[in-house]
C-alpha cells in the first residue's frame, strides 16, 4: 500500500519537475522578446537571467528553512503558489510597459522554483527504496529536461510568433512604434496568466492530495555544521566554482540563441523561427542525460566530465571562428555535452563530506547565481566586441571545468583547511 501511494507521489512531484524546467527556459524567449520593446542593450536585456537566477543565492537557504519547519509537501505548495503570483505580475508588467515590473515578476516566480527545487529534490529522492533514490531523480530530471524543450518551440509560438519582430519594430515610423512595443509586451500576457492558472490549480491539488508524510530529518552532527566548516574542503570550493561557470555557460548560450541565430552571417532566421532551433539545444541535453547516465555506469565520472567539457569548449571556440550553418550547429551542439555535467560536478563537490554533505549541496546549490551573472558579462562583452565573438566567455568557461575534472577534484580524504 505504501509503495502505490510512493508511485503515486512521485508521478505529481514529476510534474513540477516539468513545470520548473519549462519556466526557466521561457527565459531564453523573454530576452530577445522584451530587447527591442524597452531599447536594452544585450547587458541590460541579461538582467533577465541575472533577476532570475539571483534568487536561487538569496533564496536558498530561507527556503531550506523554511521546508524545515512546515515539510516537503507544504513547501511545494508554498513554491507552486509564489510562483503562480510572479507569473500573474507578468499582466501588469506588460500592460504598463515596466521592465522594473517584469524583472519583479521573474524575482517571484524565481523565489517559487528555488522552494519547489529545495522541497522536490530530497522529496523525491526519499519516495521509495534508498538503493533506487538516484534513478528516480535521473527521472524526474529526464522530465525537468523535456520542460526546458519544449518551452522554447512553444514560447516561439505563442511570443515570438503573434508580434512584429526586432527588425520590423526598428523600421516603422516613430509615431507608430510605441503601439507595436505595447503589443509586442502583451503578448506575453495570456501564455503567463495560462502558466498562473497551471500553477494555482496545482498548488491546491498539492494542498488537497494525501501524499505520504516524510520528515526532514537531520543528524545531531550535521545539524550543528556551518557552511564555514564545509568550505574548508579544497575540492568543495573548486567545485563551487565549476558550478558557478557551467550554469553561467549554459544559460548564456542559451540566452544568445535566437539573437545568434538571427544574424545575417549565422542564419538569418527570424524570431520565431529562431525559437525553435533553442529545442534542439536542450533536447540535446536531454538526449545526452541519457547517454550520460549509461556511460557512467562503466566510465569514470572525472573521464566523462573532462571529454564533455573538452568537446563543449572546442565547438564554442569553433563558433567563434566560422560562420553559416557550421557556427549554427556547433554551438546548438554544445547542449548534448552540457548535460552531464551538472551532476558529475555536484556529485564530485560533495565527495567525501560526511556529516557536512548538507551543507556542501547548500554551497554548490547556491553556485547556480552563475546563471545571473555570466550572461550579464557576456552581454558587456557582446555590446563591446559583437554578440559572435562574446562566445569567448563560455568557452573559457569550459576550460576550467576540463582542469576540474582533471586536477581540481582530486583531494585527500581529510578537509584541507587551506
Not at 506575453?188 to 488537497?208: D, E, R
Not at 558579462?377 to 557582446?382: I, K, P, Y
Request: charge should be positive; glycine fraction near 8%.
Amino acid at each position: 500500500m505504501q509503495n502505490s501511494s510512493y508511485k503515486s507521489a512521485f508521478a505529481i512531484v514529476t510534474i513540477l519537475f516539468f513545470m520548473w524546467g519549462f519556466l526557466t527556459c521561457l527565459n531564453d524567449i523573454l530576452v530577445p522578446h522584451l530587447k527591442p520593446v524597452f531599447d536594452l542593450n544585450y547587458t541590460k536585456v541579461m538582467f533577465i537571467q541575472f533577476t532570475f537566477f539571483a534568487a536561487y543565492f538569496l533564496m536558498s537557504i530561507p527556503a531550506g528553512k523554511m521546508i524545515a519547519l512546515i515539510g516537503y509537501q507544504r513547501g511545494v505548495v508554498v513554491g507552486l503558489a509564489f510562483a503562480g503570483v510572479g507569473a500573474l505580475l507578468f499582466y501588469p508588467a506588460a500592460g504598463n510597459l515596466s521592465y522594473p515590473l517584469f524583472l519583479t515578476a521573474l524575482f517571484v516566480l524565481a523565489t517559487g522554483i528555488t522552494v519547489l527545487q529545495v522541497a522536490a529534490n530530497p522529496y523525491a529522492a526519499v519516495l521509495g527504496k534508498p538503493e533506487t533514490a538516484s534513478s528516480r531523480l535521473n527521472l524526474a530530471q529526464a522530465v525537468n529536461s523535456l520542460g526546458h524543450t519544449t518551452a522554447p518551440y512553444l514560447g516561439g509560438l505563442l511570443i515570438l510568433g503573434t508580434t512584429l519582430s526586432a527588425e520590423q519594430l526598428s523600421l516603422l515610423p516613430e509615431s507608430e512604434q510605441l503601439a507595436a512595443k505595447l503589443e509586442k509586451a502583451a503578448s506575453v500576457q495570456m501564455p503567463y496568466l495560462l502558466l498562473a492558472g497551471a500553477l494555482f490549480v496545482l498548488a491546491i491539488i498539492m494542498a488537497l492530495v494525501k501524499l505520504p508524510k516524510i520528515p526532514v530529518v537531520e543528524d545531531a552532527e550535521s545539524k550543528h555544521a556551518r557552511l564555514s566548516d564545509a568550505l574548508k574542503y579544497r575540492h568543495l570550493r573548486l567545485a563551487a566554482v565549476g558550478i558557478f561557470l557551467y550554469v553561467g555557460a549554459e544559460v548564456s548560450i542559451g540566452s544568445f540563441l535566437v539573437n545568434f541565430l538571427g544574424q545575417p552571417d549565422i542564419a538569418g532566421l527570424v524570431e520565431a523561427a529562431a525559437a525553435g532551433f533553442v529545442s534542439y539545444y536542450w533536447g540535446s541535453a536531454m538526449v545526452g542525460r541519457f547517454i550520460g547516465s549509461a556511460l557512467l555506469q562503466k566510465m569514470k565520472p572525472r573521464l566523462v566530465l573532462a571529454v564533455a567539457a573538452t568537446f563543449a569548449s572546442l565547438l564554442v571556440f569553433v563558433t567563434i571562428l566560422s560562420s553559416g550553418h557550421v557556427a549554427m550547429w556547433t554551438i546548438l551542439a554544445v547542449g548534448f555535452f552540457n548535460s552531464v555535467m551538472f551532476p558529475i560536478i555536484f556529485t564530485l563537490g560533495i565527495e567525501d563530506l560526511g556529516p557536512l554533505t548538507s551543507q556542501g549541496s547548500s554551497v554548490l546549490v547556491m553556485a547556480i547565481v552563475g546563471g545571473a551573472i555570466i550572461p550579464v558579462l557576456q552581454g558587456a562583452l557582446a555590446d563591446t566586441i559583437g554578440i559572435h565573438q562574446a562566445f569567448i566567455l563560455p568557452a573559457v568557461c569550459y576550460l576550467y571545468i576540463i582542469y576540474y575534472a582533471v586536477k581540481g577534484s582530486h583531494h585527500p580524504v581529510a578537509p584541507a583547511a587551506r
